[in-house]
């Protein structure tokens, strides 16, 4: 065949608009082992041309994953001997066909290394009775006199008044505190709300110094509706994002069961899950101490993180995954070497379903991003490839 011809079935193939024909003259060529290197070519030309305007990576980022998507599907033929197999060589090539135009269409890409022999080809085994839509802006205000107010089912606007700020909900995913007066006089009674997301839900929270809030999904902030005194401090449960107003004479302190993180103005994410076993602090942008209940700390630069297990010991990783550990608060699933376990955590907090495992958690380590907009179904088709089957009854997931 010639490249004129295999480029022109292969944009085809891409824009899911090919013939039957054309489909079987493809996959015919693709079998042909060494048409290999013209194959990666022909995935780069079209990456390539592809509108930038459509990707949701650019430059650099963007070619390492298309690198990986390639390369790990190609790596994880070849551990299993794959490539001596025709019917299963071109099972992974289109494979990694499909996970680049994933990545095209819906920004989402995915690869599996296997860490067992016996790892499955991508055979999919997903059922689902019905679909399971994806989280969305829900979250309950709790104010200083117990009232409860639903965020996700109250009209935008003022909503109450809580000592020194003005409670408004400014659009659906969003409450802001405004302070009514600059200066509050020291020593005056200073009320407390909680804001909790539930499970499937998340939201967003600026608090009376201008500081911003993204809480993830089962979470919860208690903050006080004006900062007196010396310092500005709330505590939290579950996943939260911070962007902290700078105020040097104020530090800003999150308070979780087992350590404070101290800022002046920063960026940085805290993740402290109950099931994740350690708690994490990821700086993105300035810089925070980490000080845990017995008195250990650590300070943080940019791009570190800091982890904090049951028995408050403090691991400090200096070059930390920033973007994976921020990519809930940017509406992505990020999987940077993931066992199965991590994956269905975050899919089971986010989607509030029950995961279960029909053989055990299966074994091997995922990388992949898909946007946390779409309904399970496709989180799952993605998880697919690296054959791992899925059923779905109601709000029961079940891996297979």
Do not use: C
Not at 12 to 23: D, G, L, M, V
């Amino acid at each position: 065949m010639e490249n004129t011809r295999a480029e022109y079935l292969f944009k085809r193939y891409f824009n899911q608009t090919e013939t039957a024909e054309e489909r079987d003259e493809l996959m015919e060529w693709i079998d042909k082992e060494e048409n290999e290197q013209k194959i990666k070519a022909l995935m780069h030309k079209v990456w390539n041309e592809f509108r930038e305007s459509e990707k949701i990576f650019t430059g650099k980022k963007s070619e390492e994953i298309l690198h990986h998507v390639l390369e790990g599907h190609l790596k994880a033929a070849d551990s299993q001997k794959l490539m001596r197999m025709r019917r299963h060589r071109v099972v992974w090539l289109r494979a990694a066909a499909a996970a680049v135009l994933a990545l095209l269409l819906t920004g989402g890409y995915f690869w599996h290394t296997a860490t067992s022999p016996g790892t499955k080809t991508a055979v999919s085994h997903l059922q689902m009775k019905n679909d399971v839509a994806p989280g969305g802006n829900k979250a309950t205000l709790t104010l200083a006199n117990g009232k409860t107010i639903i965020l996700d089912s109250v009209r935008s606007g003022q909503l109450a008044n809580q000592g020194n700020s003005k409670v408004v909900k400014v659009n659906n995913g969003q409450l802001e505190y405004e302070a009514q007066d600059s200066k509050v006089k020291e020593g005056s009674r200073v009320s407390f709300n909680t804001l909790t997301t539930p499970r499937g839900g998340e939201y967003q929270l600026l608090l009376p110094d201008g500081s911003k809030v993204w809480l993830n999904a089962s979470s919860s902030i208690r903050f006080p509706t004006a900062f007196t005194g010396g310092e500005r401090k709330v505590g939290i449960t579950g996943e939260a994002y911070f962007e902290i107003a700078r105020n040097p004479e104020k530090p800003f302190i999150v308070q979780t069961n087992r350590m404070n993180v101290t800022v002046l103005g920063t960026h940085f994410n805290v993740n402290t899950y109950q099931d994740e076993g350690a708690m994490k602090v990821t700086l993105v942008d300035g810089k925070v101490k980490v000080t845990t209940d017995d008195g250990r700390g650590a300070i943080l630069k940019p791009g570190e993180q800091a982890q904090v297990n049951g028995t408050a010991q403090i691991k400090l990783v200096e070059n930390a995954d920033v973007e994976e550990s921020v990519a809930w608060k940017n509406g992505l699933f990020q999987f940077d070497g993931d066992d199965m376990g991590m994956i269905m955590r975050k899919v089971s907090r986010w989607y509030d379903v029950k995961v279960s495992y029909k053989n055990g958690i299966p074994p091997g380590h995922f990388t992949g991003v898909i946007s946390r907009n779409t309904d399970l179904s496709e989180v799952l088709k993605m998880l697919e490839l690296s054959g791992v089957g899925f059923n779905v009854e109601g709000k029961n997931l079940i891996v297979l």
